[in-house]
């Protein structure tokens, strides 16, 4: 089984700050590694799939990179709808990581 | 636009069989380009993947949970369901109905439907 570990679990940060959360695969998955977004009493959002490819009307503002067992997402400049939960999701066995709590 | 809802009890008894049913609107469940999916999230944790049914109503699980889960499909309703048996309290969620592409991308989820496990 894949098990995918998100780094950090919780962050503080300030709007218009830029922030990188980390996502490991405990295997290669090569691009197979999709990033969703959740607020609270909501669904998950979709935001990047494969790796770094930007889901429709998903602002610039985020993106992914990596590949094999090491993956980001970087939000370049906070806005204050993005304070959030994010989580990385592997597409081999469809394990998520454990979510990194963004916030203010 | 594709809309998903899940329906269902929202308390099942400990050891008994909760069933959940997602109606799919805006698009079609026969379609070979893609999965319908069931995710769960307990109170205040992550999420788990629970299992897929494909439109030809072949299924693929979670071994976690495989042997207490069965999935279908009903094209002729365009929805699909879930019946986990056995519950125990571990298994009180938030339970969503998603459709997930060929590459295992869920694109589009339902709203959720809560479900506590409770006598």
């Known amino acids: 089984d894949i098990q995918m570990t998100q780094s950090p679990s919780s962050l503080s940060a300030s709007v218009g700050d830029k922030i990188t959360i980390t996502c490991r695969a405990s295997?290669?998955?090569?691009?197979?590694l999709n990033w969703y977004q959740q607020k609270p009493g909501q669904a998950p959002k979709l935001l990047i799939y494969a790796a770094f490819n930007l889901q429709s009307g998903v602002p610039s503002r985020f993106s992914g990179s990596g590949s094999g067992t090491h993956f980001t997402l970087t939000i370049s400049s906070l806005q204050p709808e993005d304070f959030a939960t994010y989580y990385c999701h592997q597409g081999y066995s469809s394990s998520f990581g454990g979510g990194t709590k963004v916030e203010i | 636009q594709v809309q998903l809802q899940e329906s269902g009890p929202g308390v099942v008894k400990p050891s008994e069989t909760l069933s959940l049913t997602c109606n799919v609107s805006?698009?079609?469940?026969?379609?070979?380009?893609?999965?319908w999916s069931w995710i769960r999230q307990p109170p205040g944790k992550g999420l788990e993947w629970i299992g897929y049914?494909?439109?030809?109503?072949?299924?693929n699980s979670n071994p976690s949970l495989k042997s207490r889960v069965t999935m279908s499909i009903d094209t002729s309703k365009n929805q699909f369901s879930l019946m986990l048996r056995s519950v125990t309290a571990a298994d009180t969620a938030m339970y969503y109905c998603?459709?997930?592409?060929?590459?295992?991308?869920?694109?589009?989820w339902g709203q959720g439907a809560l479900v506590a496990v409770s006598s």
């Open positions: 805006g698009g079609s469940v026969y379609s070979n380009s893609h999965y």
């Open positions: 295997q290669s998955i090569s691009n197979s």
């Open positions: 049914v494909y439109y030809s109503g072949s299924t």
């Open positions: 998603a459709r997930q592409d060929l590459s295992s991308v869920f694109d589009y």
